[in-house]
């Protein structure tokens, strides 16, 4: 039901030119020649087209999406602009479609508080990364716990808030999948969304 929600709501988005961005984890991230990097959420592709610009063709950049819209449209953007070193995948964030150890970067812009089970996605997000690997992700927290009758709200938990968590739990899930050195390197001021009070924040990470 949810993905289902998350769907609909983002394959009609995929079609506007609405901005779907929380913060700018991708000016943060600083894709190397030849790395493998992913965007966990790649919507219409535009971070993927950058990383994969940036890595080279000896390297790759992936996008996840679950999404058919956002997937069509980042496949379209990406023939395009001609980028060979760029591929979507349909996944969800809890199963990543990569082997152990496979991944030096992972970047995500306002998608990980969408997922119903955050600590597996941040598993995971341990688990593809090679030892010393990195995420960058830009995502938003509730400065209070979301009342329990939004919490499993599909169409709020698509609309971007109802699945926040609070950012001791958010940090506290960041340690329990294994990630160390913890940096914010930008949290905005709280605001309102939906029926919740959220903040911004990008965060980085080093298995
Ligand atoms: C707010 S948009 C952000 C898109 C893009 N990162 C950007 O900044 O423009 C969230 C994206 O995550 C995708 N998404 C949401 N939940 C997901 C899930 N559980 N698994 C995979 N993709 C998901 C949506 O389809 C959508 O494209």
Redesign the pocket.
């Known amino acids: 039901m949810q ?1 289902e929600k ?2 609909e709501r ?1 394959t009609q988005l995929s079609e506007t030119s609405c ?4 913060g700018g984890a991708i000016n943060y991230a600083k894709p190397q020649l030849n790395e493998i990097c992913v ?6 592709g ?2 993927v087209i950058r990383m994969a610009e940036e890595v080279g063709v000896s390297g790759h950049a992936y996008g ?4 058919e819209g ?1 997937i069509a449209k980042a496949k379209t953007n990406i023939a395009k602009f001609e980028i060979e070193n760029a591929t979507i995948l349909q ?4 199963k990543l479609p990569f082997e152990n150890n496979f991944v030096d970067l992972t970047i ?4 990980i508080n ?2 119903s089970n955050k600590q597996a996605v941040w598993n995971e997000v341990n688990r593809i990364l090679k030892v010393g690997g990195r995420f960058v992700v830009s995502d938003i927290y509730a400065t209070t716990a979301i009342a329990d009758e939004y919490r499993n709200d599909p169409v709020a938990v698509a609309e ?1 808030w109802a699945g926040a968590v609070t950012k001791d739990e958010y940090l506290t899930m960041l340690e329990s999948a294994g990630f160390n050195n913890i940096i914010i390197y930008e949290e905005s001021a709280p605001y309102e969304k939906g029926s919740a009070e959220v903040a911004s924040f990008t965060i980085s990470g080093y298995k």
């Open positions: 993905t998350i769907n983002y901005c779907l961005s929380c965007d966990l959420g790649s919507g219409r535009n971070d996840i999406d679950i999404s956002m996944a969800e964030l809890e995500s812009n306002c998608t969408h997922a971007c």
